[in-house]
């Protein structure tokens, strides 16, 4: 057979496959990635068939076992001390080495192990041997291939980000290949009758569970659109005055109640634009030397930003060093479990006893997210024009180029928890799930430069020259906002924003809490430092929309923080190019958001993590549930559910509203492919909101 | 073993022969109720939603009390009843949600492990009443009669507390045992697991009059520690690493029983109990831990980090009283002390700097003092019950030391030059051997989603 048919085949497996970040960067994902091409309705029945099936072969199992094995070894970078031999040779070539001298693999069996040991660690040739080995037939090859992946779908997923999305690609680029051809060669080894696996897939089953999520889905969206629309269409706008200050948030869905709670308290204006500001950048800690892109993943980090660390951090890296280096030894771990008992002991019964005591103590040892400064010297590494050409695009992008309020603030936002592998699922989606406050500390800086400003003057956008811009951080589990102004002139104007900011974080607070039904001991604050807390916040959970309008035409609506609010003013955008590409970069962010939310609530089982309570941690990259399993790629059981059987979020696509007039959606969708062939297969719902006649009305895609 | 053990000192508050408050038992009631409440109090919120939220709790509180009653009682019979009834409890806890197929397969291997372990309890008791007509462990240990019988009895009991504390050859079932909830892993590992330990303490004077029975528990308690140390390093899995170093663990309390250093080994498996707990509950935080870095190795830096070993070593042996170079089993913890300063020092040291081995020096000897400090704590506060014996140390000993010594420099070795060890086959062979040893039983694996629920 050719190689490249071959190779035509691999592809095509593994665009069943939607890709998974590592846990320390947790980027939602459609799940169903591969299915896109399908109608929503025939992807629930594909969801069914490839990942829902309970009568897994034995062997298959087996050959499971063996690769989550193999692979959690070979992945792992950062917790086991003694790794996996000749892993730096790459995937297949090691694994052969050792293979060898798996009985799990070979079964104790000669002519195994010989045919392993003559094999050459070329993924295709390997493919092609154990295809034409077992005489799977040519036009079966592409489904057995995809069955072998679909099988073990969290790590091939993982498989799928390691090869094709991550940014440093060391000696992964023919990872897909290898560990194609790994699968491959266990199941040559263990099972050798891909017929029996292929008829197993295509056994006729009933797919009534399908038909009713699906039923499900489309009353929880009639629902919450009819509302949605009646809401928005019977409110009348009112006339903005001259605002005190400016806040431009994240579309985040939780900004949406916390820019209400603000413009309420008087003379404010709010913007919403995707959290990471437009700015590509990466930060980079000179203290522990870790970097990490502050980008959406769609985009690749140009710039670098250092982050100004205090002193008092030092110590605390003296003592990890300390303890990493006696625990991960031999011998020594026995004097360190004796000698420092004792006072783990003792935060165990403050931590218990004495929540309010640990939690001073952990604030006054522990540099939070909340404090992280941008070293300012590190932002003129961006190059003038660049830093000319982000501030234009931003702020050109949500309307804000007249009207320039004495202080504008830029608020980035994450989340604040403790003990929790799937901190990052809380923090700003448009940092690649990081905190943005570093994002937003670097934009007010380029905006404050009087020599971009004069630029942006050229370009048409006259900053006054009495205008500050003030970076801030929005911890959107207590609703405290951070300003970073210690370098700003206007202290008693600062003040008067900050007492009301104050008032706005408890007044949405209290709304909150009423609205959960908390009691008095399951206020936020305790939520966000309660090491034992399974569900510090409800992160971005019940998201159902994302609206693109001016906000003027929503500010007096109870969005319920349910909505991506995304700033635009269609009579700036001529072209429709703006409109195009906030479609095609926060639009497909909040697609993705939102079909993890949608799957990890229809089956947390296939598409979620699972439990909390059960969890292990892989190699400090994943989450696997008990003793051993695939990669739990997905949200956990308790960010979408209330209890183990009440959702909290409700299932339904996304809803994308945009105020302009039809013709130009029309040339802002044809300028996005992948959002209208999203919105033509149904995945997401498009509605046009009609300038002139305030209706909103289902945009049909042709 | 010519120096009379005063057995006399062993009489506490001995209430009919049935509860007995020594400290050992005093400092197992603080050991329970301090973890066991922290984790209560932790699953509270942890727990919170999961439709087996009272179950769990109800069950968890009966956990306690059983182990509270179960470190007091003295008679066999109680003690047996209680011994099984706690491990039936923890089986039940371990699953936790029945329809699950792993969790209920690990909760199947825990069980036929207890239930082998109750059975050798319940022969080491008929042997013993059949035998000295004794009904409890004070009766036991003044009777001071010396049999066969009474010797098997001894290995039944030896045996006992081996299944309970994952002593190798019965290890299995907390290797696989990680499907059940955190906090149960947190008080599986810190409380129910020691009870191997307390078992072998409660009858510790008269495992002190017969040196060979010392010699088995040493030997599978060293066996243990090894294997239990390496897997640990070897482990890509949270949880998994954690139960292996809980094997370890409990491998050199066990060994420190078998030097006679029975009072050490409370002391062992108390701090070692808060320990584990912590990082139990603390698994959520595993992902800020550091990477451990590679150590550079050259001489200067080896000599220098055994002359601050060795000053580690010398302020903790000079603050507990005991000579530096001993001839009894006493010499285990300094060395072990000698190694855990050795391995900071290696760590730490950058290159030859008069100033930086001058502050390493000073840090040795704080860690040195806190560590004498804790376990001075501990044997003061058991001295009265004599447990504490240090034997003279014999060629048996010295091989097993040298074996333990020659398996650091092993991984000392494969840590500071991985790339020289991995090219031989033997190795490779090495290496995939001790990594499918170290899996857990394969029906305990979830090897497909669809196979999990929670």
């Not at chain 1, 190689?3 to 169903?32: G, Q, Y």
């Not at chain 2, 022969?17 to 409440?37: A, C, E, R």
């Not at chain 2, 066969?148 to 290995?155: H, S, V």
């Not at chain 2, 979830?446 to 929670?454: C, D, G, I, W």
Request: net charge positive; hydrophobic share 45%; glycine share 6%.
């Amino acid at each position: 057979m050719e190689e490249l048919v071959l190779k035509d085949f691999i592809r095509k497996s593994w665009n069943k496959i939607a890709p998974f970040w590592p846990i320390e960067n947790l980027i939602s994902v459609n799940p169903l990635q591969g299915f896109e091409e399908n109608s929503f309705e025939d992807a629930l029945i594909e969801n069914e068939r490839y990942f829902n099936r309970k009568d897994i072969p034995k062997d298959l199992l087996i050959i499971n076992q063996i690769t989550i094995k193999w692979l959690q070894v070979f992945f792992d970078e950062k917790q086991s001390v003694i790794g996996m031999p000749l892993k730096e040779q790459g995937f297949l070539k090691a694994i052969l080495k050792l293979l060898v001298f798996d009985g799990t693999a070979h079964l104790n069996k000669d002519e195994n192990r010989a045919f392993i040991r003559k094999l050459r660690p070329e993924p295709i040739e390997i493919i092609s041997l154990c295809l034409r080995e077992m005489s799977v037939e040519l036009e079966q090859i592409e489904v057995f291939c995809t069955l072998l992946l679909t099988t073990l779908p969290g790590w091939a997923s993982f498989i799928s980000y390691k090869s094709f999305w991550e940014k440093s690609k060391s000696n992964h680029f023919i990872l897909n290949e290898e560990y194609l051809a790994f699968r491959i060669l266990l199941f040559y080894l263990i099972s050798k009758s891909p017929a029996s696996l292929i008829s197993w897939h295509q056994k006729e089953i009933e797919f009534t569970k399908s038909k009713e999520q699906f039923e499900k889905i489309q009353n929880n969206e009639t629902a919450y659109q009819k509302n949605l629309f009646n809401l928005l269409q019977n409110q009348t706008s009112s006339n903005q005055k001259k605002s005190k200050a400016q806040f431009i948030f994240c579309i985040d869905v939780r900004s949406e109640p916390m820019r209400k709670a603000i413009e309420n308290l008087g003379d404010y204006e709010t913007f919403g634009v995707a959290g990471f500001f437009s700015l590509p950048i990466e930060v980079h800690s000179k203290c522990t030397q870790n970097s990490f892109a502050s980008c959406p993943v769609l985009l690749k980090p140009d710039f670098s930003i250092n982050l100004k660390e205090k002193k008092k951090r030092k110590f605390i890296q003296l003592f990890r060093k300390f303890y990493s280096s006696t625990k991960y030894s031999i011998i020594s771990p026995f004097a360190l479990a004796e000698s420092t008992g004792f006072f783990w002991g003792l935060f165990l019964v403050v931590k218990s006893f004495f929540p309010a005591l640990s939690q001073y103590f952990s604030r006054k040892c522990m540099e939070s997210t909340i404090e992280q400064r941008v070293d300012l010297e590190s932002i003129s590494t961006i190059p003038f024009d660049k830093r000319v050409d982000f501030a234009y695009n931003l702020l050109n992008g949500i309307g804000l180029v007249k009207d320039f309020a004495p202080i504008i603030v830029f608020c980035g936002h994450g989340g604040q928890t403790l003990n929790n592998p799937f901190r990052t699922a809380l923090d700003c989606g448009a940092c690649g799930g990081r905190p943005g406050g570093i994002n937003a500390q670097t934009i007010a800086s380029i905006l404050n430069d009087q020599k971009i400003r004069q630029l942006l003057k050229i370009k048409g956008i006259k900053i006054p020259e009495e205008t500050v811009f003030v970076g801030a951080f929005h911890n959107t589990t207590t609703d405290h906002i951070h300003l970073f102004d210690e370098n700003c002139n206007q202290k008693s104007r600062l003040d008067l924003i900050k007492k009301d900011l104050a008032k706005a974080a408890d007044i949405n607070r209290s709304t909150r809490i009423k609205n959960l039904g908390y009691s008095k001991k399951e206020h936020p604050f305790f939520r966000a430092g309660d090491w034992s807390q399974p569900r510090p916040e409800w992160g971005l959970a019940k998201n159902g929309s994302l609206i693109v309008a001016p906000r003027a035409l929503s500010r007096d609506v109870d969005l319920g923080g349910r909505s991506f609010l995304h700033s635009y003013d269609y009579t700036l955008d001529e072209d429709a190019s703006v409109l195009s590409s906030i479609l095609s970069a926060p639009g497909l962010v909040a697609f993705w958001i939102n079909s993890q939310y949608l799957f990890s609530t229809l089956n947390n089982v296939i598409h979620g993590a699972g439990s909390k309570i059960t969890k292990n941690i892989i190699g400090k990259f994943a989450i696997v549930q008990g003793n051993d399993s695939d990669i739990m790629n997905g949200l956990p059981l308790q960010s979408v559910y209330k209890t183990d059987v009440e959702p909290y979020h409700e299932s339904m696509r996304l809803s994308i509203i945009i105020y302009a007039p039809l013709e130009h959606i029309q040339k802002a969708l044809d300028g996005t492919l992948k959002i209208k062939s999203l919105c033509l297969k149904e995945w997401i719902h498009l509605f046009h909101w009609d300038p002139q006649t305030k209706l909103i009305n289902k945009f049909t895609v042709c | 073993m010519s120096k009379q053990i005063n057995f006399q000192n062993i009489y506490y508050m001995n209430m009919y022969q049935i509860f007995i408050f020594d400290p050992v038992s005093i400092l197992s009631i603080i050991l329970t109720t301090v973890i066991g409440s922290c984790v209560a109090i932790f699953s509270y919120r942890f727990m919170g939603g999961d439709k087996n939220f009272f179950r769990f709790h109800f069950l968890l509180s009966l956990l306690i009390l059983d182990g509270v009653f179960l470190s007091i009682t003295d008679n066999f019979l109680l003690f047996f009843i209680l011994w099984i009834f706690l491990n039936t409890i923890l089986v039940i806890l371990m699953i936790h949600k029945f329809e699950w197929v792993a969790a209920v397969e690990s909760g199947k291997l825990a069980l036929k492990n207890f239930c082998l372990g109750a059975i050798f309890l319940g022969l080491a008791f008929s042997l013993f009443y059949l035998e000295t007509s004794a009904n409890s462990f004070s009766e036991l240990i003044s009777c001071g009669k010396k049999s066969i019988n009474l010797d098997i009895g001894l290995i039944f009991l030896i045996l006992t507390a081996f299944v309970q504390s994952a002593i190798f050859p019965f290890h299995k079932w907390l290797i696989s045992s990680s499907n059940a909830p955190t906090p149960v892993c947190a008080i599986m590992h810190a409380g129910i697991i020691n009870g191997g330990g307390i078992l072998l303490t409660k009858a510790a004077p008269v495992y002190l009059d017969r040196p060979d029975l010392l010699n088995i528990i040493f030997l599978f308690g060293l066996i243990s520690c090894l294997i239990g140390s390496i897997w640990k390093l070897m482990q890509s899995n949270t949880k998994r690493m954690l139960a292996s170093s809980t094997m370890g663990q409990m491998g050199f309390m066990i060994a420190q029983c078998g030097m006679g250093l029975f009072s050490s080994a409370i002391a062992h498996l108390l701090w070692h109990g808060f320990f584990k707990a912590y990082l139990f509950l603390s698994i959520g935080s595993s992902l800020e831990e550091d990477k451990n870095n590679k150590p550079n190795l050259n001489i200067s830096v080896i000599a220098q980090s055994i002359v601050l070993g060795g000053i580690c070593a010398f302020v903790f042996s000079h603050t507990l009283q005991r000579p530096f170079f001993s001839k009894d089993s006493s010499i285990i913890l300094t060395i072990t002390c000698l190694i855990f300063g050795a391995q900071i020092a290696v760590n730490f040291l950058k290159g030859k700097s008069i100033k930086q081995f001058f502050y390493l020096a000073i840090a040795m000897s704080v860690i040195g003092y806190i560590y004498a400090i804790v376990i001075h704590l501990v044997e003061l506060f058991t001295s009265s019950a004599g447990l504490n014996y240090y034997v003279p140390i014999n060629g048996f000993h010295l091989s097993c030391l040298l074996l333990w010594l020659l398996a650091f420099i092993f991984v000392l070795l494969i840590r500071s030059y991985p790339k020289f060890l991995q090219q031989f086959s033997q190795y490779q062979r090495f290496y995939v051997y001790m990594l499918n040893k170290s899996q857990p039983a394969p029906q305990t694996i979830t090897s497909h989603r669809t196979n999990y629920h929670y």
